[in-house]
């Protein structure tokens, strides 16, 4: 192993402990907030979808952007990540279509190594390298390209020379135009198990479309970003790692302790009953690995926004389930109903 991926999976293996991340947290969470508050008004209409990727990059949970084109997608991640402070070979970004070749993604097999009959690629400033990954247009992806993504996001590893080797990515965004219902694509819909509409705003906000699109032209103009850093991608890690041991030490107690101490019963049953309400009747695919995914989720909502423990509100998440485009806006309504949301 090189000394630079070495020294990846030596950064892959950082860990907090709780003692180190307890009187930190609540920094941590106001940045977040902040960033989330202060990132919203460099858009129109947006704060939505920004808090569902404050939400997804603390749980570490895929989030898939869809809407046509010109509808601030790419503007949102990229924004977004610089508002994490990420730099150079921290981000990458890719748009993808049925010609894409693994390469373009995981980088080109090195072929002086080829030639004494290794098979290693070249990764550098490619997504194994990178801790934020933007893939747009996801769904137009051949065979080749899934397979090798599906092994990314299931286990944070590629291959190198028949080995797996850990990437470093913490945060995958994609977008698409549609959600396309072809069979072979449902694992890979299945893995983002929140989605979310970006949608137009010039017919409800033309005003402020204009007035927001002319400053972001003058901020380019002049290399201006105002919205840099204003947290950190290492305050998202450590938010996640102060959660995954208060969950672990519920366990630890007894199990089933951690859904018990922040999850209260008539939340807890509410939301059984709303994902039992969409299968049955709006036929949404709820899998076993979506409900366990969903509880990190609400979790991580419920902690970001109230500290800890779920609450009604935390459920509007299950707005961002369902795996079809043309149920998109039925599912927001029909929780929104059984939320009582007015």
């Known amino acids: 192993m090189t000394g630079k991926a070495q020294g990846a999976t030596e950064e892959l293996s950082r ?47 895929p989030l898939l952007l869809i809407g046509r084109p010109g509808t ?12 994490i402070g990420l730099q150079g070979n921290e981000y990458f970004e890719y748009m993808l279509t049925k010609f894409t070749e693994p390469s373009e993604i995981v980088g080109p097999i090195d072929i002086n190594l080829l030639k004494d009959g ?55 965004f994609a977008a698409t135009n549609e959600i396309p219902e072809f069979t072979e694509l449902d694992a890979l819909k299945d893995r983002f198990i929140l989605k979310v509409e970006s949608r137009s705003v010039k017919d409800r906000h033309f005003d402020d479309l204009i007035d927001s699109g002319l400053a972001g032209d003058i901020y380019k103009a002049f290399n201006r970003r105002p919205w840099e850093d204003l947290c950190a991608l290492e305050d998202f890690e450590k938010a996640k790692s102060y959660l995954d ?40 695919e709820i899998s076993d690995r979506k409900v366990v995914k969903l509880y990190r989720l609400l979790r991580a909502r419920a902690f970001l926004y109230h500290g ?14 369902p795996n079809r485009i043309q149920d998109i806006q039925i599912i927001r309504e029909k929780v929104d109903r059984l939320l009582k949301i007015e």
């Open 15 to 61: 860990s907090y402990t709780f003692d180190e991340l307890k009187d930190q947290i609540e920094p941590i969470r106001a940045r977040i907030k902040n960033m989330i508050n202060a990132l919203s008004g460099y858009f129109v209409d947006k704060s939505e979808i920004l808090e569902l990727m404050a939400i997804a990059t603390l749980a570490q949970e």
């Open 72 to 83: 601030a997608k790419s503007d949102l991640v990229v924004r977004f990540c610089q508002s």
């Open 308 to 321: 800890g423990v779920i609450q009604k509100s935390d459920l509007v998440l299950l707005r961002y389930i």
């Open 245 to 284: 041991h208060i969950m672990r030490q519920g366990e630890q107690e007894e199990k089933g302790s951690d859904r018990a101490r922040y999850f209260p019963p008539d939340v807890y049953s509410l939301f059984k009953r709303i994902l039992k309400t969409l299968e049955k009747e709006d036929g949404v």
């Open 118 to 172: 290794r098979y290693l690629r070249r990764v550098q400033g490619k997504l194994p390298e990178a801790s934020v990954v933007f893939l747009d247009e996801i769904f137009k992806s051949n065979s080749a390209i899934l397979n090798t993504l599906l092994t990314i996001i299931n286990e944070r590893k590629f291959y190198q020379d028949g080995k797996p080797v850990p990437v470093r990515m913490r945060m995958l």
